[in-house]
């Protein structure tokens, strides 16, 4: 997973787990990986929620049972080809009997060994909004995003745990069909993944963006004036439109979503997804509607 080597100078191995930790327990996304049949390996809180999961720790699962045979066939037929799919209109079919709309973008092993999921509500509005505010959906979403505190988890481990559990995090983020950044509070990008590096159009040099002000990708200044306000007041952006420029000057139309992190009452950084509006321009994916 490429990171901007130089902030992480002298970090502790227990404390880049623990960032590693936070970015999946406290993304407002959903973030999950499966094995072939579809049982849960792992699920974030974000998709335990919208999904409609139990607690870790009880009877885990099935992202199979959940999607439903045709929408499990098409995403697995998928990652067979090794393809992801973007932007995915999916019902989730909950233990309880109630269903829920969301949205998946997925991809997976070429073997059919793991399955990486994420997954967002479908909302109606945007926070921020066009006016300042947002609608009900968004805020209510916002309001179920409790933030979990990873350090027992990773108190609890020894070396070869520590060892262990980044590698599998850092492997599932590298992997995932959406790009992905980390901010520091000075504004460099932290970390990214592969699918951000492709989009940008910097795969083969990475420092080109890790490590660089992350602002120069926003190309309309209106937005960004509207994303900063919205993460130091509501401390979130979800489904937030805005135009990314990559590096060769062209742009694309896409989707944010974001959250502050913080220590104590301090703004240290985001935790930020992108997601394409338009399939049809992820490196490599299928749209919906040529799976």
Not at 7 to 32: C, K, R, T, W
Request: with cysteine.
């Amino acid at each position: 997973m490429p990171i901007d080597a130089s902030q992480y100078a002298g970090v502790p191995a227990a404390d880049y787990l623990l960032e590693l930790v936070d970015l999946f327990d406290n993304s407002n996304i959903g973030i999950g990986v499966t094995d072939a049949g579809g049982a849960v390996r792992r699920a974030n809180p974000a998709l335990r929620r919208l999904a409609g999961w139990p607690a870790v720790g009880q009877v885990e699962p099935s992202a199979r049972a959940l999607l439903g045979e045709q929408t499990w066939a098409r995403v697995t037929a998928a990652a067979l080809d090794g393809r992801a799919l973007h932007n995915l209109p999916a019902t989730f079919h909950r233990a309880d009997g109630s269903t829920a709309d969301a949205l998946l973008d997925v991809n997976g092993e070429a073997d059919g060994a793991a399955l990486r999921l994420v997954a967002r509500p479908v909302f109606r509005g945007s926070l921020p909004g066009p006016d300042g505010t947002a609608e009900t959906d968004v805020r209510d979403w916002l309001g179920q995003c409790d933030r979990t505190d990873g350090a027992p988890l990773v108190e609890g481990l020894d070396e070869a745990g520590v060892t262990a559990l980044t590698k599998e995090l850092e492997d599932l983020f590298e992997l995932l069909p959406v790009p992905l950044h980390g901010m520091a509070r000075t504004a460099e990008v932290k970390r990214t993944n592969q699918i951000h590096l492709e989009f940008l159009g910097c795969a083969d040099e990475p420092t080109r963006f890790v490590g660089q002000n992350l602002l120069a990708i926003f190309a309309v200044e209106a937005d960004l004036v509207a994303l900063g306000a919205s993460l130091t007041g509501a401390g979130a952006i979800l489904n937030f439109p805005t135009t990314i420029r990559r590096l060769d000057g062209s742009e694309l139309p896409m989707r944010v979503y974001s959250s502050a992190v913080t220590r104590g009452d301090d703004f240290v950084g985001t935790r930020c997804y992108l997601f394409f509006d338009d399939a049809a321009d992820a490196p490599g994916g299928l749209t919906p509607a040529s799976a």
